[in-house]
């Protein structure tokens, strides 16, 4: 095994063994709309408001991601388990949106009447580092969801936040 290889190895174990929210983004296209479930974004700034989120460049989203695209990123919360499974790749493509109450309002991009909160995006900026790439993109709305608790991941398990103990 390469030293590079066995690094990437040790990192995705170390990663691996952190606990990130997750969160579906998704976008119409004319095929129909598409999504997938993601834990590697964040709050960027109020400032203006943004958002950044990384994406495999062999994901079948990723076509999608250009700057001006719009997508909506939906924050999920604890119930929202079956839909992170089939957005993770558990259900095939065409039928994941029948997992979860899904909204597809004219202007928007599809949102998820569950999540914790759906944030509408327009893409401002892509920059592609190795296997993925990076995404900046303005929110121009917030829709919050019911209060609940967010859905997490870690040690390769989806996790509510009662599982975690406090330090």
Not at 63 to 83: M, T
Not at 139 to 166: C, F, I, R, W
Request: hydrophobic share 40%; proline share 7%; net charge neutral.
């Amino acid at each position: 095994m390469s030293a590079q290889t066995e690094t990437a190895t040790r990192l995705r174990e170390a990663m691996r063994r952190t606990i990130s929210p997750v969160g579906i983004v998704t976008v119409d296209t004319p095929e129909g709309p598409r999504g997938m479930t993601l834990t590697a974004f964040l709050s960027l700034s109020m400032a203006p408001p943004s958002v950044a989120f990384a994406v495999n460049t062999r994901a079948r989203i990723h076509p999608h991601l250009k700057v001006g695209a719009r997508l909506c990123l939906n924050i999920l919360g604890e119930g929202d388990v079956p839909s992170a499974r089939a957005f993770g790749g558990e259900v095939a493509v065409e039928r994941r949106f029948e997992a979860g109450d899904w909204r597809m309002r004219a202007g928007d991009q599809p949102s998820l009447g569950s999540a914790v909160a759906s944030l509408q995006l327009e893409v401002t900026s892509c920059a592609a580092h190795g296997s993925h790439e990076l995404c900046t993109a303005k929110v121009t709305n917030v829709e919050l969801g019911p209060s609940q608790m967010p859905l997490l991941y870690g040690h390769g398990q989806y996790m509510k936040l009662a599982d975690l103990t406090p330090a």
